[in-house]
């Protein structure tokens, strides 16, 4: 059955998303984290790199520090959601993800997964959304690291009606990393369509709010403003391997 609710979320249990960047877990899953924390749901997050090469204001946000101002962001914005665990896997090179060794990847992986004991990992899919290799890197270490567990991958996804919300946002801030059109998967495809209300819309908003290095050009286009459409939407699709 398809999960649309806060209630729903319930139906994931304890909860893992799994990211390249600080700042996927929020946009991918802000609002099923938050969901999830206010139903008493454990929530962690692991994240691989520092995001340091996001520079989009020098002037503001120097590259020679912006490791250490993503790392305070990612810990203002789960903050914000409420999240307390939290892993940074040390050793990966923003935009190096996929010739990082994917063995010692997987075994870190493995273990924080092992450790933790989610019920659902949400992560990205084969494609990384937005085309960029890092997030394909961490699909693929997800996907190895869950061999022969017990646990439910979710994959992010966008729907058409809500990509077509995103085009504004899209071309203030480059969010598709320069692919023509991202994948996209009709309502009936998807395992997990949240349309957040206000309470949930408005926490995260607040969370990106509290990663200007990253979201200020994203929020310049006010993704937030009709609860259950662009931002206020989160989509994910059943992982599927062959």
């Not at 017990?150 to 990509?163: D, F, G, I, M, T």
């Amino acid at each position: 059955m398809i999960v649309t609710s806060p209630e729903d979320i319930r139906k994931l249990g304890s909860i893992m998303v799994v990211g390249a960047h600080p700042d996927d877990e929020v946009f991918n899953a802000g609002g099923i984290m938050a969901a999830a924390v206010r139903n008493g749901q454990r929530v962690a997050c692991v994240t691989f790199t520092r995001g340091e090469l996001g520079v989009r204001d020098e002037s503001r946000w120097p590259a020679a520090n912006l490791a250490a101002i993503r790392t305070q962001e990612l810990d203002d914005s789960l903050e914000v959601l409420g999240v307390p665990e939290h892993t940074w896997f040390e050793g990966y090179q923003d935009g190096e993800c996929a010739q990082a060794d994917s063995e010692k990847a997987t075994r870190e992986l493995r273990a924080a997964i092992a450790e933790f004991k989610p019920d659902t990992i949400l992560t990205f899919g084969p494609d990384g959304l937005t085309g960029h290799p890092d997030h394909a890197a961490v699909s693929a270490w997800t996907d190895a690291a869950v061999t022969g567990l017990s646990v439910r991958v979710l994959w992010v996804a966008l729907a058409p009606e809500q990509y077509e919300q995103f085009r504004e946002a899209d071309s203030r801030a480059n969010i598709f990393f320069n692919i023509p059109t991202p994948p996209l998967v009709e309502a009936e495809g998807l395992a997990v369509d949240l349309r957040l209300d206000a309470e949930l819309t408005e926490l995260k908003r607040r969370a990106f709010e509290a990663v200007p290095s990253q979201m200020e050009q994203i929020l310049a286009a006010r993704p937030f403003d009709r609860p259950g459409e662009a931002m206020a939407r989160e989509c994910f699709v059943e992982a599927h391997r062959g």
